[in-house]
């Protein structure tokens, strides 16, 4: 199984933000995968509202635990 990579220097640095607490990264992060994780959350809820809600609620965890 292959590891995850970090695709470019464009994500370490927003990482590295997100680690910092920076909004600006972290709005970074969330609309590079606001799609994607919209697509999933869809899948589990299939309403839009509801979906926004989890996504939101999801991503407020990954920068609450990040480190």
């Known amino acids: 199984m292959e ?9 370490v640095e927003i990482l590295q933000g ?24 869809m899948r589990y809820v299939n309403n839009f509202d509801d979906a926004q809600s989890l996504m939101n609620e999801s991503f407020f965890k990954v920068f609450k635990y990040l480190s």
């Open 18 to 41: 997100c680690l910092n607490n920076n909004g600006k990264f972290q709005k970074k992060l969330y609309e590079k995968y606001y799609s994607y994780g919209m697509s999933v959350c």
């Open 3 to 11: 590891e995850n990579k970090i695709e470019s220097n464009e994500d």
